[in-house]
């Protein structure tokens, strides 16, 4: 029965698209809540605007909406649905400032509010009202003052002495944040910080870079019960964003003094800021000399820390925090995850836990990777082990970026003052530089001078560099293998020193027994029994430990992970894997998930009761390195009967490893089909015998051979390096010019060129094949061209732009390839439509990024059955004979980090985006339209619009784009080139100069907001950086930008067609 | 890696090898456990670990190294300590030495490298054991002797260490503050933390050996007494200390605070009975459900006996129980005149929420005080 008898439905808000710092701990956080309260009898209504992610999954809430998270939607939601309550709190910021919005448009008349009030996010979100709240409860903060211009920033200086650093109040992921050295830097940052702030307002923050910092996580109760799930310590000082910090739970260089001093505050704050029930984290700052303790800030809020608690602890924050607010009390629950355990009991662990963020400055060359105060990182991995040693390694290898585990990285400098300086700049690989350095014989002293992380782990980190010396010089031996093992060496790191190889040295492994045993995560240190499934593997020193794992004789399956957040591979694959446990626990089946994000519903161990998976069925999380080392080591631990291990639902990720393995069960399309998706000249043959068209192509391995094959197919072309995800290092190449200045040929073994096919519409199919069947599951048309990445590009279902004929085209060709190649599950083939003519650009057997979008989209567990044919059964038998059709649009568009990087917002062959949104409209101008909504862009109904073309696109398309606009009454400003071609067509628009030909120029136009709209097409590099400024300005004003005529056509489409009234619709409604 | 150099012999017959550190000695103790993250250095200095080999669950300890002012009595109580990792050297701006210093000056051996969830997990199934922890540089022991030196040493619950540990005569704690009333504590191995809230209460107090006799305790002219926690089975406490406990309960006025080893002394003082937990609270993480206050404390606990509920009687009125077994945790006796606790109210380590016990302690000695 529900604890609160006056609430029937609540309103939860999540998180939108996967941004920096906004990740998929939403997911996981929206998730446990829903669960949460349809187990205590709510009718829940989510809204949501991200289709990758599991908590928008219909079987999770009773009404759940995918639309844009703006105010305007989300009213329109209240004023259909008339929720009783409303749950701000599970959603990260965007959740809580459109909940703030709402509160001051006055918007929830009659919605109450759970777990949270306004007047608390205002204390703790605001920084003069936070930092008054601290200093009456005594507590300490650092020197500051609040600017809300920037004359008064200006005056600040006066009473705040450089360095400092610059907060905007209400962002996230310490957006627009900054640290000054220097008047110029403060004036910078001082500028976009108060841009970036909703309300226009900046924290300028005495700087106390090099102190300790320390995250507390702690819950609390409508009778003010309050404990402490979990305290994080930051290895990296103050001064760079704890989302960016390697961070090690718990707390592990603090007296218990200390640590109880901080437990008080923590609660005090709680008390202080008025968060009535549900969780909060509280950042503090100690300094290292003396202990002086200051806190930094609240979130009022389940956070990114909280998912890492979450995982760190077997405590379900989210999942607590949702039923305290609905007004039980922390004695009156239990620990879902470890039933005998009170929720009350603090957790207290006996391992270690290490996050690394993962970061993507490799795809945005310009910008320097040096970490600050606003967060860069777009995902990170949690690794666990009996010691701190381990659970570091582990966490390295755990990546995915090639390492071994701490590696050392040498630094570029060559004096040892160079090096101490290079130490001193925090960047993603500082910490193995300092493993080099001390390597190099360099003082841990000054070291620790450079660096401020904390001796403790600077010690530890030299036991490890010389054990590894010890390791190269005695060679291999029982002894010190069974220690390298319990200090994190993987294998593939010995085998590096012992100069061996990985499968002789696994083999000398086996015959000295040394495998690690099975821990589980129980919250309470071995006290008691706990029962839970959530397991991580480690190597003791006694050989008579005991492993944990008792597997049990029934069927299992295997599932491997996608690993950490990246750009190309992200939550949807998180998706599809918690939805193959799903089906697979359906099936009577033990599931047993291989995985190393903290972020995810994968890494969750309840991950099959959240699917409502009812009865009997055992599960099992391995939280570990998603490599051929744990897999072989689970199927040891596991044994018999395995029944098989899912590759295809992880992404890239488990591909990856399987070149590693050849005796692994595969469970559906065996490993010759993938291997053969990934051989190209394999594939092209099989597509010459289908007779199935293919771009010309060929391979180089040097610019010499990439001269001829250029030549051979012509330019335009595309080229990329084999065997990649996300299309790294992928480029269009014009002339003979780009391709010689092009780094590929020196950087990669093997360059695949291809003829880039202009005015190309590219199509995404996924299909599910069981070898005598072929089940096409959707076909989605791009929006933008071929040669924008398909991750980049938005996209749209059904079809707009092509014709019956070619789509039965694109299906029959679906259907040749899959059974051609035997697949046994998802297959996702891209093809290009290019003058009438079906290319195939490339085909991988494995569920793609757009199968949650699809299963949205269809209303259809698409997953399961593709889980289902793994298993053997035939389609025939399980897809549903009537196939209803919606007579609905869906758009999905993609949100990219320019704005973090300050990098160009110009898309190409090269993945960029973290994240999606979709928009669902009855026609494709609406959906469209809220597509954008969703991903932050409000398209102008009216004003001015800027064209600066490309020699290309000065064609038909271009013309009536601009007579559509003249139409809607827009302005029409344009370059020199443009605004010949434009009159000479006798369109009428006005010259404006470009940035080099002399002021007023375009972005002093945009800069006063005097511009609406921006339609700006380049090629090649030199174009590129003249119109940078332009595209620059455009995101810095939050203008409208887009950089190719087919995402231009769709717009003023939708600005032409798409209707004001906002009608959302459910995916429960929609199908 | 070096030979090993130090083990760990249960009476059960089990046998750990490891390297040692602290002292080189061998040293016979009951094999307990904590799964406290922080604040060794209170555990080990904590006189309620007398006779006590301590298994930390937490891997990194020796991280903080030890302070003067961490200490809970003058001396390290335990026996022995085991480890899973090679304890580190001290980072933190409070520390004053290493904790390998430690040991070696306080005459405790130490062993690390062992599986120590394995072995908690041991004590868990098969309850608390005696154990004898050897560290010497040429160690040469055979497995079965050290075993039959664990068997044949004298079982912890048989021994009553309240006599090593309570002190040898009367003496004042004071950290200077105003004093309005006296406090006399009984100490059974009282912990200083208990001495320093009691001071910060604004009482005088006075700590007198634990077989202080009643006209003796009442020359002190005491306006309130406290029974210390202490180590050891409270059913072989000295009869005539029992004796001395029922009579300051029947014969003054007085109020009685109780703590651990004082709760279950009040508690058989009051003619419950006290018995051996299949598993005992070793953590500073345990919920306690306050009945009165209708709230959930988060305490530092250390007991493997509790309060029988079978022979509960009705002079025996319980305030707090524990949220994970229901064992209680505190009990209020004579109107309020008596209280006692199992856990540690005065934490240090763990969380301080239970310190209230202490005011209110102090406002009923006060309370009593405005009456007469």
Redesign the interface.
């Known amino acids: 029965m529900p604890v609160r008898k006056d609430i029937k439905s609540v309103l939860v808000l999540t998180s939108g698209p996967i941004v920096i710092g906004q990740a998929c701990e939403f997911d996981y956080s929206g998730t446990q809540a829903c669960c949460a309260l349809k187990e205590e009898g709510f009718d829940v209504i989510l809204v949501g605007s991200n289709p990758a992610s599991i908590v928008t999954d219909p079987s999770l809430s009773h009404r759940t909406y995918i639309e844009p998270l703006d105010v305007d939607t989300i009213q329109a939601i209240i004023d259909k649905d008339r929720p009783d309550a409303i749950l701000p709190t599970m959603g990260g910021q965007v959740a809580l400032n459109a909940f703030m919005e709402l509160k001051r448009r006055n918007a929830l008349k009659g919605v109450q509010v759970l777990g949270v009030t306004s007047d608390s996010i205002e204390k703790a979100e605001n920084r003069k009202l936070f930092r008054d709240a601290m200093h009456k409860i005594g507590l300490e903060t650092p020197r500051s003052a609040v600017a809300s211009s920037f004359e008064e920033a200006e005056n600040l200086l006066k009473t705040i002495p450089l360095p400092v650093i610059i907060r905007p109040s209400f962002t996230l992921g310490g957006g627009g944040s900054g640290i000054a050295y220097n008047l110029e830097e403060y004036r910078r940052i001082v500028t976009i910080g108060l841009e970036t702030s909703p309300i226009s307002q900046v924290l300028v923050e005495e700087s106390i870079i090099g102190w300790k910092e320390f995250e507390m996580e702690v819950v609390r109760?409508s009778?003010?019960?309050c404990?402490v799930v979990c305290s994080i310590e930051n290895l990296d000082p103050m001064g760079v964003h704890t989302g960016d910090s390697i961070t090690i739970a718990?707390a592990?260089?603090?007296?218990?003094?200390?640590?109880?001093a901080m437990?008080?505050a923590s609660f005090a704050v709680m008390r202080e800021i008025g968060v009535t029930t549900g969780g909060a984290n509280v950042q503090f700052a100690i300094n290292?000399?003396?202990?002086k303790m200051c806190i930094i800030e609240m979130n009022p809020r389940v956070s990114r820390s909280s998912a890492l608690a979450s995982k760190a602890t077997g405590f379900p924050v989210a999942r607590v925090a949702t039923l305290l607010a609905l007004g039980y009390?922390?004695?009156e629950i239990r620990n879902s995850m470890l039933k005998n355990?009170?929720a009350?009991?603090?957790?207290?662990?006996?391992?270690?836990v290490t996050k690394i963020p993962r970061f993507v400055f490799e795809k945005f060359p310009a910008v320097p990777n040096r970490l600050s105060t606003s967060m860069k990182s777009v995902g990170e991995v949690m690794a666990v082990g009996?010691?701190?040693l381990e659970s570091i390694q582990k966490a390295y290898v755990s990546l995915e970026e090639d390492l071994d585990g701490l590696d050392q990285q040498a630094c570029e400098a060559e004096t040892l003052e160079g090096i101490l300086s290079e130490l001193g700049i925090p960047t993603p690989d500082r910490l193995r530089k300092v493993a080099w350095a001390i390597k190099t014989g360099v003082d841990l002293e000054l070291i620790y001078h450079a660096t401020k992380i904390?001796?403790?782990f600077l010690?530890?980190i030299q036991k490890l560099v010389l054990f590894q010396i010890q390791l190269e010089n005695e060679g291999v031996t029982r002894?010190?293998l069974r220690?390298a093992k319990s200090l994190g060496f993987s294998d593939s790191k010995l085998a590096k020193i012992w100069k061996i190889s990985v499968e002789e040295l696994r083999k000398i492994r086996e015959e000295n027994k040394i495998f690690p045993i099975c821990?589980r995560v129980d919250s309470?240190?071995?006290?008691?029994?706990t029962g839970t499934g959530y397991m991580y593997l480690t190597y003791?020193?006694?050989p008579?430990?005991?492993c944990e794992s008792s597997p049990i004789k029934r069927d299992k399956i295997i599932i491997i992970g996608s690993g950490p957040n990246r750009i190309g591979q992200g939550v949807e694959f998180d998706y599809c894997c918690v939805h193959a446990i799903w089906t697979f626990a359906k099936e009577g089946f033990e599931t047993i998930m291989i995985n190393c994000n903290p972020e995810t519903v994968s890494t969750d161990c309840d991950a099959p009761s959240i699917g409502g998976v009812k009865g009997k069925f055992s599960h099992k999380l391995y939280f570990e390195p998603v490599n051929a080392e744990t897999l072989l080591e689970v199927m040891r631990i596991e044994g018999e009967p395995i029944r098989g291990v899912v590759v295809q639902m992880g992404g890239q990720t488990p591909l990856k490893i399987l070149p590693d393995l050849d005796k692994i069960p595969i469970l559906g399309t065996k490993k010759t089909a993938i291997d053969l998706s990934e051989d190209r000249g394999r594939f092209r043959d099989l597509l010459i015998q289908l007779s199935i068209n293919q771009p010309l192509g060929g391979i180089a391995t040097n610019l010499d051979q990439g001269r001829k094959v250029a030549k051979e197919i012509g330019f335009p072309l595309i080229i990329r390096p084999s065997y990649v995800i996300g299309g790294r290092s992928m480029e269009v190449i014009w002339n003979m010019k780009d391709l010689e200045g092009s780094e590929s040929f020196d950087l990669y073994e093997s360059i695949l060129m291809d003829r880039y096919l202009q005015d190309a519409i590219e199509v995404d199919l996924d299909c599910i094949c069981d070898k005598d069947e072929v089940f096409i599951a959707g076909i989605m048309e791009h929006i933008e061209e071929a040669g924008i990445h398909s991750g980049d590009s938005s996209c749209v279902i059904p079809s707009v732009n092509l014709s019956q004929k070619v789509l039965r085209e694109i299906e029959e060709s679906a259907k040749r390839i899959g059974l051609a190649m035997e697949v046994q599950g998802w297959l996702n083939i891209q093809f290009a439509v290019c003058g009438g003519d079906l290319y195939v650009l490339e085909a991988n057997p494995r569920a793609s990024r757009t199968i949650p979008f699809l299963s949205k989209f269809t209303g259809r567990d698409l997953n399961s059955y593709a889980c289902q044919v793994m298993l053997g059964k035939k389609l025939k038998d399980i897809i549903p004979k009537k196939l209803c059709q919606n007579n609905y649009v869906g758009v999905k568009t993609s949100i990219f980090p320019f704005r973090s990087f300050s990098a160009d917002p110009i898309l190409g062959p090269e993945m960029l985006s973290t994240g999606e949104v979709m928009g669902i409209g009855r026609d494709f101008p609406t959906a469209f339209y809220k597509a954008q909504l969703g991903v932050g862009i409000t398209l102008p109904a009216s004003g001015t619009v800027f064209f600066s073309l490309k020699e290309e696109d000065k064609k038909h398309k271009a013309l009536d784009l601009a007579k559509r606009l003249q139409n809607l009454k827009f302005k029409i400003l344009a370059t020199a080139g443009t605004h010949q071609f434009f009159t000479s067509h006798e369109i009428q628009s006005e010259r404006v100069n470009k940035v080099l030909q002399g002021r007023p120029h375009i972005v002093d136009l945009m800069k006063d907001k005097r511009v609406d709209l921006v339609i700006n097409t380049t090629k090649g590099r030199q174009s590129l950086s003249d119109s940078y400024t332009i595209r620059e300005m455009a995101l810095r004003k939050n203008i409208p930008c887009y950089t190719s005529i087919s995402s231009a056509v769709a717009v003023v489409h939708s600005i032409e067609f798409a209707t004001a009234n906002r009608e959302v619709v459910t995916l429960q409604e929609l199908n | 890696m070096s030979k090993y150099n130090s083990a760990l012999a249960l009476e059960d017959g089990k046998v750990f090898f490891g390297w040692g550190f602290g002292c080189e000695k061998t040293s016979l103790g009951e094999l307990c456990f904590s799964t406290s993250q922080t604040g060794y250095q209170e555990a080990i200095t904590d006189p309620s670990y007398q006779g006590q080999i301590i298994v930390f669950a937490f891997p990194h300890i020796g991280n903080v190294g030890v302070n003067l002012k961490d200490m809970e009595s003058n001396s390290a109580s335990i026996s022995g300590m085991v480890l899973r990792c090679e304890p580190t050297a001290p980072s933190s701006w409070r520390s004053e030495d290493s904790l390998q210093n430690f040991m070696e000056e306080h005459q405790v051996p130490g062993i690390w490298g062992l599986d120590t969830r394995q072995l908690i997990r041991h004590l868990r199934k098969s309850g608390p054991k005696n154990a004898v922890l050897v560290y010497g540089k040429d160690f040469t022991y055979e497995e079965q002797d050290l075993v039959d030196i664990a068997t044949s040493a004298l079982s912890y619950d048989e021994i009553d260490f309240v006599k090593k540990v309570t002190c040898k005569k009367p003496y004042t704690y004071s950290q200077g503050n105003q004093k309005e009333h006296h406090v006399v504590v009984m100490d059974f191995g009282v912990k200083r933390n208990i001495l320093r809230l009691l001071d910060q209460q604004g009482m005088k107090v006075t700590v007198v050996p634990a077989d202080t006799e009643l006209s003796e305790i009442m020359k002190w002219k005491p306006a309130g007494i406290v029974i210390s926690n202490g180590p050891g089975n409270p059913n072989l406490t000295d009869p005539k200390i029992m004796d001395t406990i029922r009579a300051m309960i029947e014969a003054t006025d007085l109020p009685i605070l109780g703590i651990c080893l004082g709760f279950q002394l009040l508690a058989i003082a009051l003619g419950s009975k006290i018995t051996k937990m299949k598993q005992g609270h070793r953590g500073i993480n345990q919920p306690c459900y306050h009945i009165r206050d209708k709230c959930v404390a988060i305490g530092s606990h250390n007991h493997g006996f509790s309060l029988c509920k079978e022979h509960l009687n009705q002079e025996i009125q319980p305030f707090s129980v524990s949220l994970f077994d229901d064992c209680i945790e505190g009990f209020s006796a004579r109107k309020g005149r008596i209280m006692a606790v199992q856990y540690h109210p005065e934490a240090s380590p763990g969380p301080q929420e239970n310190a209230n016990i202490f005011r209110e302690f102090a406002s009923t000695v006060l309370c009593r005080l405005e009456k007469t």
């Open positions: 109760d009778k003010d019960n404990i718990p592990l260089t603090l007296t218990d003094k200390e640590y109880q437990r008080n290292p000399e003396d202990g009390t922390l004695d355990i009170p009350s009991f603090e957790p207290t662990l006996d391992y270690v009996s010691s701190f904390d001796r403790w010690r530890e002894e010190n220690q821990r309470c240190g071995g006290e008691f029994d003791s020193l006694d008579d430990s005991y």
